[in-house]
């Protein structure tokens, strides 16, 4: 695992007020994770993600239409 910090971002659609989350895929190539904070507590924990699946995760999220009617 290497030192690198963390570089934060949230998605360029977040503008729903702050209830959103954050990622640093930054860490993916060195340390095999991306980490998830919520955005409203930049200073609380963080979820380290596997890379991998968070790859397969955003994979899915733009093959389905998750923004249509259940």
Do not use: H, Q
């Not at 729903?16 to 409203?40: F, H, M, Q, T, Y």
């Amino acid at each position: 695992m290497t030192t690198e910090t963390p570089r934060w971002y949230k998605s360029s659609y977040s503008s729903n007020g702050g209830a959103c989350v954050e990622v640093a895929a930054n860490l993916a190539a060195s340390d095999g994770v991306v980490p998830i904070r919520d955005s409203k507590n930049p200073t609380g924990p963080a979820l380290n993600i596997p890379a991998a699946s968070f790859t397969a995760f955003i994979t899915s999220v733009k093959a389905e239409n998750f923004g249509g009617t259940p």
